[in-house]
């Protein structure tokens, strides 16, 4: 213990503690506390934090220390809204709103994140900018009563890297001025009321991986820069009014893997062939749309794809046995309620990842004649009035119980042999034979 003490003498000596880092700026301090008490009055912060906020603040809280010791921190980060109790934010009130504070009194905010701050009935309408021009991330989620055009929102935040605004109230048009936010690297803005057409200028993202536009009213022709996107992992249109044709220019976006376009007014085009040529797909959804046509063999190269929506789109024809062959690791294949004729490929019988199959409400024919097992529990086949079940099978679960059991003449003899060596075995070729072969001895032969 001795020996303890003497080397802090002697280090206290040696480097005298004279540069303490100086705390919070006051103005930023009071700022914060005027922020929390908005969001949630029913919280005494300034009891509960009354020491500088860098050093002990709420959770969501974050500074960053300068390298000149002279210099006071700041706040870079602001995250508001109980998320779980692994991220415990600052809770929001029902009666939250939201303090212009936040535009004036952060000068180095590279973070501003509300989760379920603002539910209440009451609008919180916004019409003006958000001056941070350091900010990197802006995120409100499921924030409905928050009300905002989107164009002044973003007009000063030419830093961003991500744009994620889910279920609240922006509306309006995506500005053209975001096509300048060049280290934007996701923007998802799903789940508002934005509308009007999308702007050629968000093919100058090139950093972009998420796009995300899902659930809104857009309308017009999904813009063809999209395919110059070349970084994107996540491309998501689906729920909207889209129209014209699916842009042929999306075959570039080799690092694709998820793709949803589903439920908006793509028609008479046909499947587009060009997903075969997107080698990292593992996601494609084309459901809602009236493509109408056939599933076009464009399986070969589509080896990685584990979902596949292709339900509601006016589909003829059979359903490509290649599908069985190639797709090894699907999980969900959805092509219900479409006008697929033919049988059910028993190569469907190889995917054995597969969770759900949903083929109902087709012109389906034939014998199905391999076990639900092999395919999952969810092997949906009803409202195929011309299949039958081979009643030699182990169904393992209900689903084939609603289809009625074959005839004994649709379902064919078990076939062990193939070629001459089955021939054999049939009792007429055997007759036959017995002939030819006693005649031949006859006539001496």
Same mark, same amino acid.
């Given at each position: 213990?001795?020996?303890?003490?003497?080397?802090?003498?002697?280090?206290?000596?040696?480097?005298?503690?004279?540069?303490?880092?100086?705390?919070?700026?006051?103005?930023?301090?009071?700022?914060?506390?005027?922020?929390?008490?908005?969001?949630?009055?029913?919280?005494?912060?300034?009891?509960?934090?009354?020491?500088?906020?860098?050093?002990?603040?709420?959770?969501?809280?974050?500074?960053?220390?300068?390298?000149?010791?002279?210099?006071?921190?700041?706040?870079?980060?602001?995250?508001?809204?109980?998320?779980?109790?692994?991220?415990?934010?600052?809770?929001?009130?029902?009666?939250?709103?939201?303090?212009?504070? /936040?535009?004036?009194?952060?000068?180095?905010?590279?973070?501003?994140?509300?989760?379920?701050?603002? +539910?209440?009935?009451?609008?919180?309408?916004?019409?003006?900018?958000?001056?941070?021009?350091?900010?990197? #991330?802006?995120?409100?989620?499921?924030?409905?009563?928050?009300?905002?055009?989107?164009?002044?929102?973003?007009? +000063?935040? %030419?830093?961003?890297?991500?744009?994620?605004?889910? !279920?609240?109230?922006?509306?309006?048009?995506?500005?053209?001025?975001?096509?300048?936010?060049?280290?934007?690297?996701?923007?998802?803005?799903?789940?508002?009321?934005?509308?009007?057409?999308?702007? #050629?200028?968000? !093919?100058?993202?090139?950093?972009?991986?998420?796009?995300?536009?899902?659930?809104?009213?857009?309308?017009?022709?999904?813009?063809?820069?999209?395919?110059?996107? %070349?970084?994107?992992?996540?491309?998501?249109?689906?729920?909207?009014?889209?129209?014209?044709?699916?842009?042929?220019?999306?075959?570039?976006?080799?690092?694709?893997?998820?793709?949803?376009?589903?439920?908006?007014?793509?028609?008479?085009?046909?499947?587009?062939?060009?997903?075969?040529?997107?080698?990292?797909?593992?996601?494609?959804?084309?459901?809602?749309?009236?493509?109408?046509?056939?599933?076009?063999?464009?399986?070969?190269?589509?080896?990685?794809?584990?979902?596949?929506?292709?339900?509601?789109?006016?589909?003829?024809?059979?359903?490509?046995?290649?599908?069985?062959?190639?797709?090894?690791?699907?999980?969900?294949?959805?092509?219900?309620?479409?006008?697929?004729?033919?049988?059910?490929?028993?190569?469907?019988?190889? /995917?054995?990842?597969?969770? #759900?199959?949903?083929? #109902?409400?087709?012109?389906?024919?034939?014998?199905?004649?391999?076990?639900?097992?092999?395919?999952?529990?969810?092997?949906?086949?009803?409202? +195929?009035?011309?299949?039958?079940?081979?009643?030699?099978?182990?169904?393992?679960?209900?689903?084939?119980?609603?289809?009625?059991?074959?005839?004994?003449?649709?379902?064919?003899?078990?076939?062990?042999?193939?070629?001459?060596?089955?021939?054999?075995?049939?009792?007429?070729?055997?007759?036959?034979?017995?002939?030819? !072969?006693?005649?031949?001895?006859?006539?001496?032969?």
């Amino acid at each position: 213990m001795a020996l303890f003490f003497l080397i802090i003498a002697i280090t206290t000596t040696l480097f005298p503690l004279s540069h303490q880092q100086p705390p919070l700026d006051s103005s930023e301090q009071q700022a914060l506390y005027q922020v929390l008490h908005s969001l949630n009055p029913s919280v005494p912060w300034p009891t509960l934090f009354p020491d500088d906020l860098c050093l002990s603040a709420p959770h969501g809280v974050v500074c960053e220390y300068s390298t000149q010791p002279s210099q006071p921190p700041h706040i870079v980060e602001l995250s508001f809204g109980y998320v779980s109790d692994e991220t415990p934010n600052p809770p929001c009130s029902l009666n939250a709103t939201f303090n212009p504070l /936040l535009f004036t009194s952060f000068p180095y905010l590279r973070k501003l994140f509300f989760y379920k701050c603002f +539910n209440q009935t009451q609008r919180l309408t916004l019409t003006q900018a958000l001056p941070l021009p350091s900010l990197e #991330e802006l995120v409100f989620i499921h924030n409905p009563s928050f009300v905002a055009p989107l164009g002044p929102f973003l007009q +000063n935040l %030419t830093s961003l890297r991500r744009l994620v605004l889910i !279920g609240n109230g922006f509306h309006g048009q995506v500005p053209k001025q975001v096509g300048g936010f060049v280290n934007l690297e996701e923007v998802t803005l799903s789940r508002n009321s934005l509308s009007g057409e999308v702007s #050629e200028s968000l !093919g100058l993202l090139k950093e972009l991986k998420v796009l995300d536009l899902s659930q809104n009213r857009f309308e017009g022709c999904v813009p063809e820069s999209l395919g110059n996107l %070349t970084q994107l992992l996540k491309l998501d249109l689906s729920f909207n009014g889209f129209g014209c044709r699916i842009p042929e220019s999306l075959k570039h976006l080799q690092s694709l893997e998820l793709l949803d376009l589903s439920f908006n007014r793509f028609g008479n085009f046909g499947v587009p062939l060009f997903l075969g040529e997107i080698p990292r797909l593992k996601e494609v959804y084309l459901s809602g749309n009236s493509l109408s046509g056939v599933i076009p063999e464009i399986w070969e190269n589509l080896g990685g794809v584990e979902k596949v929506g292709f339900s509601e789109m006016g589909l003829v024809g059979h359903i490509p046995p290649s599908m069985g062959v190639y797709l090894k690791k699907l999980s969900y294949l959805g092509l219900d309620n479409n006008r697929l004729d033919g049988p059910v490929p028993e190569e469907f019988g190889l /995917l054995e990842f597969a969770d #759900e199959i949903n083929l #109902e409400n087709n012109n389906l024919s034939g014998v199905v004649s391999f076990s639900t097992k092999v395919v999952g529990q969810k092997l949906k086949l009803a409202g +195929n009035t011309g299949l039958c079940v081979d009643s030699r099978i182990s169904c393992g679960s209900g689903n084939l119980d609603q289809l009625k059991p074959c005839k004994k003449t649709d379902v064919p003899d078990a076939v062990i042999f193939s070629g001459v060596s089955m021939m054999l075995f049939d009792p007429l070729v055997l007759v036959l034979v017995m002939f030819l !072969g006693w005649f031949f001895v006859f006539i001496g032969f």
